[in-house]
């Protein structure tokens, strides 16, 4: 008899179906052609032959017939028929055996998303997908991501390491660590969420579910923000309202901003710079208002003088 097929599973002769189905299972996913592209002919002749393994050592008559030497063992045309394709035997496996499995290293869940249909002698993928075991998607991570005013005026790129499972080979949930590179883009506001699709948790027979970052903004110790709007409160005194002042803002992208205030400021002015907000998200080149608030300080006392001065300018 050319083949052993104990040896190709990697078992004893006295072992029992399930014996037999686990070792197809480890074996099969480990040398299925998706997982190997880059020896795909020796993990498609390995897959074959655990799949023949699997298909006569499962089936009692099979098995005996096998084991008592004889010839008379219904495996002729081996991956030639439908029923004995090898794709077309672990498609079944894994229906009849909990679902198909979450495969670590694809991008799209399963298999890179696709399903294996066998027409006569060849594979075909589809995006129909699988059993209804797979079609259920594990819960979302949402985690807060809190920025600068900064960093959401210029744009930056945040790294984030993240801890998530994985299911290997053998169905074994395990613990890997992850870097996610974060693109935040001139503009962004609280409440923009970052979406990792498929970057959660894996558990077998369901999808990963998505990671999802919320950008929250750092409180400012000068500037708040109201949409595209900079806010810049500011203490003067009486003189200053007055009469008048220069002011030196720092910018959010670290320049001075020089600011001549003429006008006579009353109670409850604004200040309106155009252009030197926020850049917009959709348009960075388009930027909102700087608008300066300004706290009069009123003297406590005044001496006669004063008060005599005063009298006689206003």
């Known amino acids: 008899m050319s083949k052993d097929y ?103 869940g399963p298999f890179g998303g696709f399903r294996f249909h066998t027409t006569g002698n060849n594979s075909s993928f589809s995006s129909s997908h699988f059993s209804s075991t797979t079609n259920v998607k594990q819960n979302n991570q949402i985690k807060s991501l809190p920025l600068t005013l900064e960093e959401l005026y210029t744009g930056c790129t945040k790294k984030m390491k993240i801890t998530k499972k994985l299911v290997d080979a053998s169905g074994k949930v395990m613990p890997v660590t992850k870097i996610l590179d974060l693109v935040i883009k001139p503009g962004w506001k609280r409440g923009t969420k ?38 810049y409160p500011i203490d003067i005194n009486l003189k200053q309202a007055l009469t008048g002042f220069k002011l030196t803002i720092q910018t959010l992208d670290n320049k001075p901003l020089e600011v001549d205030v003429r006008e006579i400021i009353s109670p409850n002015y604004k200040k309106i710079i155009a252009n030197e907000g926020m850049p917009n998200h959709k348009n960075p080149s388009q930027k909102g208002n700087l608008i300066i608030e300004f706290n009069i300080k009123f003297p406590t006392d005044l001496t006669p003088d004063q008060r005599l001065k005063i009298k006689d300018i206003l």
């Open 6 to 108: 104990y040896k190709i599973l990697g078992i004893e002769k006295n072992a029992t179906d399930a014996d037999i189905k686990k070792s197809y299972k480890k074996l099969a996913l480990e040398w299925h052609p998706d997982r190997n592209p880059d020896r795909k002919e020796e993990s498609e002749e390995k897959f074959k032959e655990i799949a023949e393994a699997y298909h006569i050592l499962i089936d009692p008559e099979k098995r005996k017939n096998y084991d008592l030497g004889s010839s008379n063992i219904d495996n002729q045309g081996f991956n030639n028929n439908n029923a004995y394709n090898p794709h077309t035997i672990f498609e079944h496996f894994f229906k009849q055996n909990g679902g198909f499995p979450n495969m670590p290293g694809t991008s799209k």
């Open 194 to 231: 970052i979406t990792f699709e498929n970057e959660g948790d894996e558990i077998p027979n369901s999808k990963p579910g998505d990671i999802i970052f919320i950008i929250d903004e750092k409180p400012h110790k000068f500037y708040t923000r109201k949409d595209d709007d900079l806010y």
